[in-house]
């Protein structure tokens, strides 16, 4: 439809059949208007799959099994492959699935940044750098919208904790909101045409993020010219007036009295009472036509979708595999070699456990999902023996959220906007009978690893602390699991230890002890099928890490300068110097950096040349890298860029990522890799003049296998300041 077929459709609609539209009638649905053929606008979470559907106004599972589906990579695995065609084929079968499903957006993905290793949702996000998070975030929103879905960016802006989400107000430098919160949330607008955007529950300025005027009009309309639709976080609306005015399109929310929502009855009032225009309204509401309308809602003509498919299993196996980050490999003790006749043992609760239905909205009822163990025993083969043990009771079945298993109860969600408080204390220490009742299972484990020819332990987190609504108190690894590790390590110096997290742990009761050490995330339905392969060497890792793995919490920059999580107030004392931008300029120690991730082969760098060919218009700079695979197996590197500016006037991190390459290479093959840089990668936000800054002078390009391993570097010069709108 052309856009005045839009606004004389809108022109026919009542006030209360326009009001019908902007907010939720059901839990994640708004009203149609049957008598004009415009259907009611159906949303879903998110992200890590379309999840299981809930009754129209009750929070209870509608216990069928019709909404079984895909269980896809969690952003964070996503990110870890350093390949955006991976983000590009899971966004693909997210809205692929979101249209098979029925939905019309699907509330995904969520790309906050990881500012510390404690935030329960990091599992749902891209990262610690804008640069990458961009540079996933829009390949996959073009993927889910190919689908006639729209994408629903999420949570705009600064939610980067979840302590107090609902009211915390968060106090960030201008240079650090527009140089690390926000590039994600505008490459997703400006590149990949993001169809929407979710406001986030909590406050900036000492408003709500939901009707935030300098967010929504100001930031995301007028600097980024976003023309797409903002939906409220859930039960993140506050107020009426700020609502209708400050660029909210659509209010969900968690309760069933939907007429008393913000924008329904209480809107209608303030309208009919000459308060606020019509006309506010109207402008929602066309901005909901066209995006029915660009989604084919309004025509007819409009692609179907499917899930389940069989085709798209081996897509999330391929990008699980690439989701694997290999830590440490002493001795080449990986990949293990199974001989016949085997005994694997095989230790710890996240070997065994599905996680798909755990971490708040990200839940997913799986059609199914390969855990660890099973990963193993159907790689190992007949001829081996696995046995697992245990080794520690996490003390839940599933996980908290999993509620589909209990008849008529209602999800956490149902209470969500009062439990808070509640939800926080979750995480207390075991109890003395659960100590004694571990310490058992401990035992057992340790005699276990004795007699076995090869031990396998695969612990970390699960949904209980990487999860909505609560943060981690800090980054020990639960259930005594250090304990276990040294007492293991001590009688099998061998063992493979794997890490199943969503964000970092503290890993030094066994870093140095331990020879083979893996990071495998919330991988999807395919994870455990994908680091089975890595072990045994059937793939060769390729994953680097999307955010550093600190030694601890108390060397993070958000604990070391104090405000986290805060109280009503938090502010980033900490500014730029979020994530490798602050351990690498202040030369703090790390467990593993920004970009770690290592693999069975080595990639030798060499002969960087720079082409500079910029003119006073634009940058465009060439990087060229010669890479090569000197050992013996195939593999994939990814190749990084950091810019260091030289002689800025301005403090800037000693580096930052710009530009990046993963290349598939054979045994002694080389490949030279081009990466090209523009303005952008040269800029810091300048706050005098509004905008991004880039300053004539010198700067190195450092070409790295991760932030702390650089291999090449030479210096470029800019003849030109240049200026890059906010
Ligand atoms: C979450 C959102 C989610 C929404 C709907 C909220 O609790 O913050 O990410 O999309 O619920 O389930």
Redesign the pocket.
């Known amino acids: 439809m052309e856009r005045e077929q839009l606004q004389d459709l809108l022109a026919r609609l009542t006030l209360d059949e326009k009001l019908g539209m902007i907010h939720g009638n059901e839990l ?1 649905r708004t009203k149609g208007v049957e008598r004009l053929n415009i259907p009611p606008f159906t949303t879903s ?2 992200p890590m799959g379309v ?1 299981k559907d809930y009754e129209k106004t009750k929070w209870f599972d509608i216990g069928t099994s019709g909404d079984q589906t895909s269980y896809l990579l969690s952003n964070t695995a996503v990110a870890a492959t350093w390949n955006p065609d991976i983000a590009y084929e899971s966004g693909k079968i997210l809205g692929k699935e979101a249209r098979g499903r029925g939905k019309d957006m699907i ?1 995904a993905p ?1 790309i906050n940044l990881q500012r510390t290793p404690l935030c329960g949702r990091n599992f749902e996000y891209m990262g610690e750098d804008p640069y990458l998070v961009s540079e996933m975030v829009v390949p996959m929103v073009k993927g889910i919208e190919e689908n006639d879905v729209s994408s ?1 960016v ?2 705009f802006a600064i939610n980067n904790q979840e302590t107090n989400r609902l009211a915390v107000d968060v106090n960030v430098d201008e240079r650090a909101l527009r140089e690390l919160y926000l590039p994600g949330f505008k490459a997703a607008v400006q590149k990949g045409n993001a169809k929407a955007i ?1 406001g986030a ?1 909590n406050k900036w300025n000492g408003t709500h993020c939901c009707h935030n005027n300098e967010l929504l009009n100001g930031i995301l309309r007028d600097d980024w010219g976003f023309d797409g639709v903002v939906v409220s ?3 993140g609306t506050h107020d009426t007036m700020e609502a209708a005015m400050n660029g909210l399109d659509m209010e ?1 929310s ?1 309760t069933d009295n939907f007429d008393e929502y913000y924008m329904a009855n209480p809107l209608k009032k303030l309208v009919l009472d000459g308060v606020v225009p019509e006309a506010v309204v109207d402008e929602k509401v066309l901005r909901i036509l066209n995006l029915m309308n660009e989604l084919h809602m309004l025509d007819g003509d409009r692609y179907q979708g499917s899930y389940n498919d069989i085709e798209d299993k081996v897509k999330m196996l391929e990008a699980a595999r690439e989701s694997v980050v290999l830590l440490k490999n002493e001795n080449h003790i990986l990949p293990l070699t199974v001989k016949k006749g085997m005994n694997i043992l095989v230790v710890g609760d996240n070997a065994n456990r599905c996680q798909a239905p755990g971490g ?3 839940e997913i009822k799986a059609l199914y999902e390969v855990t660890p163990l099973l990963g193993i025993t159907m790689l190992a083969g007949g001829d081996v023996n696995v046995t697992f043990k245990k080794g520690y009771d996490a003390f839940t079945t599933g996980n908290i959220w999993d509620d589909s298993h209990k008849e008529k109860e209602e999800s956490w ?1 149902a209470t ?1 906007l009062e439990s808070q408080a509640s939800r926080e204390d979750y995480m207390e220490s075991l109890t003395p009978e659960q100590e004694a009742a571990n310490k058992l299972l401990n035992d057992e484990a340790v005699e276990a690893a004795k007699q076995a020819d090869l031990v396998i332990y695969v612990g970390g987190l699960n949904h209980e602390q990487d999860t ?1 609504g609560r943060d981690r108190k800090d980054m020990k690894l639960p259930y005594e699991q250090d304990s276990l590790i040294q007492r293991l390590l001590e009688v099998r110096p061998d063992m493979v230890v794997v890490m199943v997290s969503g964000s970092p742990v503290d890993m030094r009761a066994f870093k140095d002890k331990a020879s083979a050490i893996v990071q495998s995330w919330y991988a999807g339905m395919e994870g455990g099928r994908a680091l089975a392969e890595v072990l045994f060497g059937k793939v060769n890792p390729s994953g680097k890490l999307p955010e550093t793995f600190p030694l601890c919490i108390e060397d993070t920059p958000a604990n070391v300068y104090g405000d986290f999580p805060g109280d009503t107030n938090v502010t980033y004392h900490e500014g730029i110097y979020v994530g490798y931008r602050y351990y690498s300029t202040k030369g703090i120690p790390v467990a593993y950096p920004f970009g770690y991730g290592i693999s069975y082969t080595d990639y030798e760098y060499s002969d960087l040349r720079i082409e500079n060919t910029s003119s006073q218009d634009e940058v465009n700079v060439k990087a060229y890298i010669t890479v090569k695979n000197t050992g013996k197996m195939a593999g994939k590197e990814t190749v990084q860029l950091y810019v260091h500016a030289l002689d800025s006037k301005v403090e800037r991190p000693v580096r930052e990522l710009r530009a990046f390459a993963k290349v598939a290479l054979n045994p002694g093959e080389s490949k030279t890799v081009e990466l090209t840089l523009n303005e952008e990668a040269f800029t810091y936000f300048d706050v005098n003049k509004d905008c991004f800054f880039a300053e004539a002078g010198s700067y190195e390009i450092q070409i790295g296998a991760n932030v702390e391993d650089i291999r090449l570097k030479e210096s470029v010069v800019l003849d030109w300041d240049y200026t890059v709108m906010k």
Do not use: I, P, T
Request: proline content about 0%; some cysteine; charged content about 25%.
């Open positions: 994640f979470d998110g999840r509330l969520g629903c999420k949570h979710m529950y976080d859930w039960g969900m968690v708040g909205s990200a969600q969500s909505e």
